[in-house]
């Protein structure tokens, strides 16, 4: 039976990482995910999670605290603002949708923003029923009809 880990990134998972976040959909390049994103966030108090599967188990692995014989399965970016935990790029690779590991990788997540002590907040698309109930369930609310609007190329403003 194959091992599944929830564990904080370590350096050198981001290859990993974008290989899921690709097959999902959750980065394009305009967005900014990149490695030294990831990285900032983390040092501004946030926190990436990362699923992982295969052998997880490794005498290494339980030293190193990494899973460096183990495909990344999937992730929970959760970033600080001060004010709030703002939860994004949940998601798990294609191929391991639909066995449970989002409420897995969700509870896991809850559990750093209830150490943390912050509201937290997220966007899911409003086709995403699958993830909307996940999320109900879990005891987020709805926050009613708000359009979400954002400047990616702050540098092509003519100011």
């Known amino acids: 039976m194959q091992t ?13 990482i974008m290989k899921l976040w690709t097959a999902t959909g959750l980065s394009r390049p305009e967005r900014g995910d990149d490695e030294a994103a990831v990285e900032r966030s ?3 108090g946030g926190m990436m999670l990362v699923m992982c599967g295969g052998d997880a188990g490794s005498e290494t692995d339980r030293k190193t605290g990494s899973d460096t014989g183990s495909d990344i399965l999937g992730t929970s970016w959760m970033t600080f603002d001060g004010r709030r935990i703002h939860l994004h790029h949940f998601g798990i690779i294609p191929a391991f949708q639909g066995k449970g590991l989002s409420g897995l990788l969700l509870k896991e997540s809850l559990r750093f923003v209830k150490e943390k002590g912050y509201q937290v907040k ?13 999320y109900r369930k879990a005891g987020f609310e709805y926050l009613g009809d708000y359009d979400i609007y954002i400047i990616r190329d702050i540098q092509s403003l003519e100011i």
């Open 4 to 16: 599944i880990t929830v564990r904080p990134y370590s350096k050198g998972d981001f290859p990993g």
């Open 42 to 44: 983390i040092a501004l």
């Open 122 to 134: 997220l966007e899911v698309h409003r086709s995403n029923r699958t993830a909307i109930h996940l």
